[in-house]
């Protein structure tokens, strides 16, 4: 059984920088693409950036690219996502997910992901 674990959220002002982690168990990590997504209230969750198994290649959603940075190490089984300059509108709770198709490819579409963690709330003030 894949177990998804999302940590690091919290509150934080406008301009600050908060680190996620993604603790994955069960499964072959190092063989899995990873996604993070956000669920804002009253909208539906987005992508916000991917990796390929090896790290090789990522992906960014337009709004996100140049704060956020994804990454992985395979020795720990996790996924992080690095977000600096943070601001109000990127509140939302932050998920995991982890994507089982072998090959080297990254995706934006939630459907890709065979695997999803509970989640964490990043809150952003102004």
């Known amino acids: 059984q894949v177990q998804l674990v999302e940590s690091g959220g919290g509150l934080v002002q406008a301009g600050g920088s908060l680190r996620l982690s993604c603790e994955v168990s069960g499964g072959t990590f190092s063989r899995y693409a990873m996604g993070w997504f956000r669920q804002a209230p009253g909208k539906e969750r987005e992508f916000v950036a991917t990796?390929?198994?090896?790290?090789?290649?990522?992906d960014y959603l337009d709004s996100v690219k140049g704060r956020f940075t994804i990454s992985r190490d395979n020795a720990k089984n996790t996924v992080y996502l690095q977000m600096n300059s943070l601001q109000p509108e990127d509140t939302a709770v932050y998920y995991c997910a982890a994507d089982r198709r072998p090959g080297i490819r990254v995706s934006s579409k939630q459907s890709a992901y065979d695997y999803w963690g509970l989640g964490t709330q990043v809150t952003v003030s102004s």
């Open positions: 990796i390929t198994w090896n790290g090789g290649m990522t």
